[in-house]
């Protein structure tokens, strides 16, 4: 029975030698190794024998199976090593040829401001804050010092779903919720970015929707001082260390009192030109200090607290900065202004 093991070592090695792929190796495995083959078969046989006997045979059948699995793994590797270098030669790519072009995107203008303004006021300590788009009235307008039947809700022209709830026409909605949630009444400091909603005819200037960045203060002892100190900074990192800012007296329903921003005109340098209109300034945002029933409605005492608020359009921000005459091309997505805007901001 050794002869026989030896014969089968042999006629195993002639074919594993033989083999050219991991298939073929794989079926000699199952041929000799299987619960059918002649290595299990001489296992069966082992009863027949003198307990010396089984222990030399057994010996060497163990040697057999272990030599067995050693010559199949070793030519599997072989194989697998050559029809990979086989596979690498038929798959070579020759760098030498042209490539594809790539679209590659970049920061949408209005992004780009939003996330200047944000990086600026994160510096300056606010949070960033947002709020739902679909909102109720009570926050939109009552708790913003706008009952019902008040005439400055006409002038929003506002997109109503139910008559509690709307589109949000400004994000000064979650100013109140901000100042509602406040329920220790700690400092505020906060701005919300964000899309808003008004029934509008889109032209050049004008779009039913767009987009909002709203600033508010609210602790004790804040002036007014404060809000042209801010404004001041805002408006020299938006559009350059040597602008000066103008404060024009003016209403808005949820300050008092409320202030339209002026910044000068970084085209002329105040000189005048085309893009001032001749008068050397450009408005920017409007803003005041708070209301005091704005206070009082949302929980804090007006005799104790004051604060400021500001609101800006990132769109017109955007237009004046980058000379862009259409607001239209901001929501069009074409991909002719989206690559020139990239190209005129090197790629950002």
């Not at 679209?103 to 209005?110: A, L, M, Q, S």
């Not at 949070?127 to 788009?133: F, L, Q, R």
Request: with cysteine; aromatic share 8%; charged share 30%.
């Amino acid at each position: 029975m050794i002869e026989e093991l030896n014969t089968l070592k042999q006629e195993i090695e002639s074919k594993v030698n033989q083999t050219a792929s991991t298939k073929e190796l794989n079926d000699i495995r199952v041929e000799y190794l299987g619960k059918k083959g002649p290595i299990q078969s001489l296992s069966s046989k082992m009863g027949s024998l003198s307990v010396e006997e089984k222990k030399e045979f057994g010996r060497s059948l163990n040697m057999l199976k272990t030599e067995v699995n050693q010559l199949l793994e070793n030519k599997k590797q072989e194989l697998e090593q050559k029809e990979l270098e086989e596979r690498l030669k038929k798959e070579t790519i020759d760098i030498t040829l042209p490539s594809t072009e790539l679209t590659v995107g970049g920061i949408h203008p209005i992004t780009k401001i939003i996330n200047e303004v944000e990086d600026l006021f994160v510096s300056m300590g606010y949070d960033v804050v947002e709020g739902p788009e679909v909102e109720l009235d009570l926050y939109n307008f009552e708790l913003l010092n706008l009952p019902k039947g008040h005439p400055a809700r006409d002038s929003q022209d506002s997109f109503y779903i139910t008559d509690e709830v709307l589109l949000r026409t400004q994000t000064s909605p979650v100013q109140a919720r901000t100042m509602e949630a406040n329920k220790e009444k700690k400092p505020i400091r906060v701005i919300c970015p964000g899309k808003t909603y008004r029934r509008d005819n889109d032209d050049a200037t004008h779009s039913h929707q767009f987009h909002q960045i709203e600033g508010l203060v609210v602790d004790e002892n804040i002036s007014l001082a404060d809000l042209k100190g801010t404004l001041e900074i805002l408006a020299k990192t938006m559009f350059g260390e040597d602008r000066e800012i103008r404060l024009r007296p003016s209403f808005f329903p949820f300050t008092e009192p409320s202030i339209e921003v002026d910044v000068s005109c970084f085209k002329c340098g105040g000189k005048g030109c085309p893009l001032c209109k001749g008068t050397g300034w450009i408005e920017i945002l409007g803003s005041g200090m708070v209301h005091p029933n704005v206070l009082r409605d949302n929980g804090y005492d007006p005799e104790k607290y004051t604060g400021f608020a500001f609101g800006m359009g990132p769109e017109r921000i955007a237009m004046l900065k980058y000379g862009i005459t259409d607001i239209r091309s901001f929501y069009t997505n074409d991909l002719r202004f989206l690559n020139d805007f990239n190209r005129v901001e090197g790629g950002e």
